[in-house]
């Protein structure tokens, strides 16, 4: 439900989006498609956001990739472990679709920045 919403905000705002069904899904994915930006959420199945976010970390072809965390984990130890483990930004949930694509905007254009 919450993949599918976010799916169809930012497919509303122009972007291609991939979708994944777990942390190992989502590496995998990430290393054939090689996306602009990840959108990990912290609770998947199988391996969690953060475990997905230093494993991009550690490989060469996804070290600077930009990885914006969504999640319902508000606390500030998680918010904290999720920027250890290397994500970008790190986002709560609920969020507006203007907030969601404004960060996604800004991720890229970091990216590009520093490309």
């Given amino acids: ?3 599918t919403l976010l799916r169809l905000m930012l ?9 994944a069904e777990d942390g190992f899904d989502a590496l995998d994915k990430i290393r054939k498609n090689q996306p602009d930006v990840v959108l990990l ?7 969690d956001g ?14 600077e990739l930009p990885i914006i965390m969504l999640s ?3 606390d500030l130890d998680s ?6 483990a290397g ?13 969601l694509t404004q960060h996604v905007k800004d991720a890229l ?3 590009d920045e520093d490309a």
């Fill in 50 to 63: 953060f475990a997905v976010c230093e494993q991009l970390r550690s490989e060469a072809a996804t070290a």
């Fill in 72 to 74: 319902a984990k508000t």
């Fill in 109 to 111: 254009v970091h990216f």
């Fill in 11 to 19: 497919v509303r705002a122009g972007f291609h989006v991939t979708e």
């Fill in 1 to 3: 439900m919450a993949r």
């Fill in 87 to 99: 994500a970008t930004v790190y986002l709560t949930k609920p969020i507006s679709p203007e907030d």
């Fill in 41 to 47: 959420d912290v609770m998947m199945p199988g391996m």
């Fill in 79 to 84: 918010i904290n472990k999720g920027l250890r």
